[in-house]
Structure formats: C-alpha cells, structure tokens
C-alpha cells in the first residue's frame, strides 16, 4: 500500500510540474506559472519572421524574442498571438508589460523547446530575450 502512495504521489508531483512548466505553440513560447515577477517595462511592436516572434524597439534595429506569459497561445488562422484572456495581438501590434531581460538561465522561464527556440531566434547585440511576467497583463495598441 505504501508503494502505491508513493507512485501516486509521484505522479502527481509530475503533473503539477508539467502543467506549470510553460510550453510552445507554434511560434509562442509560453512561460511557466511562477510567482513574483521583475519590474523592467518590456515593450516593442510585435514582429513576426519565419518561426520567431519578436519585439522590436521603435527607431531601432534591436529586438527582442519572446517569452510570453503563461496561458498565452498561437492561433494559427489568424496569425496572432492570444493572450490568457482572449486578446489578440497581430504582427505590427504595440505590446507592453512588466517583466525583464534576459541572455541567460532561460531554463528558469520555460521549457528547453522554448529555449532552443529563443536561442536560434536571438539575433541582438547581448542575445537578450524579453520576458513578461507570468501573471502579468499586457498593453496592446493597434
């Protein structure tokens, strides 16, 4: 009987673990579902280029891919990335947020498909990866 608790258990843990692990859709990568969050203002115009997803800075040739937050989906008809709540948000959109900066320990944010897929979409001077925050809400201007 105790094995069988302890296999449940375990079972259990990976659930939980993999439900909040963040995930990718076609060219959104997800973030996990983590508390607490950074206070950098993330924001760009929504640049969409192959199977990358950008965030480009105004008047500038700098950009950013995306880790989105959690809940965030693609929607593929429409080309749009869908937010938890619904909005969409299409190439040439204005997106801001709370979140941060980051070239290293992407790990932390996603899961590994994620991160190779930020990785091969980094193109920037640092390959810094723009990163909301997983509960965040998001500004959209069209």
């Not at 608790?5 to 963040?22: E, N, Q, R």
């Not at 199977?51 to 749009?80: H, K, M, N, Q």
């Amino acid at each position: 009987m105790q094995t069988s608790a302890a296999v449940i258990g375990a079972i259990f843990m990976l659930v939980v673990l993999t439900a909040c692990s963040g995930s990718v859709d076609g060219p959104v990568v997800e973030g996990n579902r983590r508390t607490g969050g950074e206070n950098a203002v993330i924001f760009g115009e929504l640049v969409v280029e192959g199977e990358c997803l950008y965030l480009s800075w105004p008047e500038s040739d700098t950009r950013f891919p995306v880790i989105w937050p959690y809940g965030t989906s693609w929607d593929t008809d429409r080309s749009a990335v869908v937010l938890r709540g619904g909005t969409l948000i299409r190439k040439g959109d204005q997106v801001s947020g709370g979140g941060g900066y980051h070239s290293d320990n992407l790990s932390n944010f996603t899961v590994p498909d994620g991160v190779d897929l930020l990785t091969a979409c980094g193109d920037n001077e640092y390959r810094e990866v723009a990163v909301f925050n997983s509960s965040g809400s998001l500004d959209v201007q069209r």
